[in-house]
């Protein structure tokens, strides 16, 4: 079993629509989550992080965080098809190391 | 957000011939630099984490002395394919993280597509 779970999709939503990314994980241990946007043939861009539980909204976007079900979710409402890209979960131990460890990435399409 | 670059951004080699990649944070000191690499349509899988001035912790399974890495500067790490055979075509990303004991904010480069052919 993986230490996080990504459905990797695609998934392909109408202009305007709310999208629902998911990530869930198995490890009790991490405390920061993380949601990178990845344009194809790029490098990950940091969209939000959280710390432990809680909600965090910046803009269109809103990062959920349910340690209790080890679950967490990426919202983007008023979706563009600038939007359409892989997003991917990532999550960090609290340690000195700074390493993340990846969801698979979600494709999602955004059609005008 | 931070800036990091990476060169070259594509490569096409020959097997048998060994591959400089370097990574540099272009506007911060990066106290530990991150290398990654991802197949298509995968995630990224951690190589190795490298600190300025000592030498790299590698993941498991990751051979150290085919994957050089090299951290000299608070703004350059470099990643040596040694002998490159057509498995080790792949996207190599790195990423620096800031000059903190930890951080979880790590700045990505827009990756260096190796061919090996």
């Known amino acids: 079993q993986k230490e996080v779970e990504q459905d990797p999709g695609p998934l392909s939503v109408p202009e305007g629509a709310i999208v629902s990314l998911n990530c869930t994980y198995s490890n009790s241990a991490f405390q920061y989550f993380m949601w990178y946007r990845q344009y194809s043939r790029k490098g990950p861009e940091l969209l939000m992080y959280?710390?432990?539980?809680g909600n965090k909204e910046d803009g269109r976007f809103t990062a959920q965080v349910d340690k209790s079900s080890k679950y967490i979710s990426l919202f983007i409402r008023d979706s563009q098809p600038s939007d359409s890209a892989t997003y991917l979960c990532a999550m960090s131990a609290l340690s000195n190391t700074g390493k993340l460890i990846f969801g698979q990435g979600t494709t999602l399409q955004v059609k005008p | 957000g931070a800036v990091v670059s990476q060169h070259p951004s594509r490569v096409i080699c020959k097997s048998g011939t060994s591959v400089k990649i370097e990574c540099r944070s272009l506007d911060f000191q990066a106290t530990t630099m991150f290398w990654y690499r991802q197949f298509p349509k995968q995630s990224l899988m951690l190589m190795a984490t490298s600190n300025e001035g000592s030498k790299a912790t590698y993941e498991q399974g990751v051979e150290k002395d085919k994957f050089l890495i090299n951290h000299a500067s608070l703004t350059l790490s470099t990643l040596t394919v040694t002998s490159a055979h057509p498995e080790d075509s792949s996207f190599y990303i790195c990423?620096?993280?800031?000059?903190?004991?930890?951080?979880?904010?790590?700045?990505f480069g827009p990756g260096t597509r190796l061919t090996v052919t």
């Open positions: 959280t710390y432990s539980s």
């Open positions: 990423s620096a993280g800031g000059g903190v004991a930890f951080s979880y904010e790590q700045y």
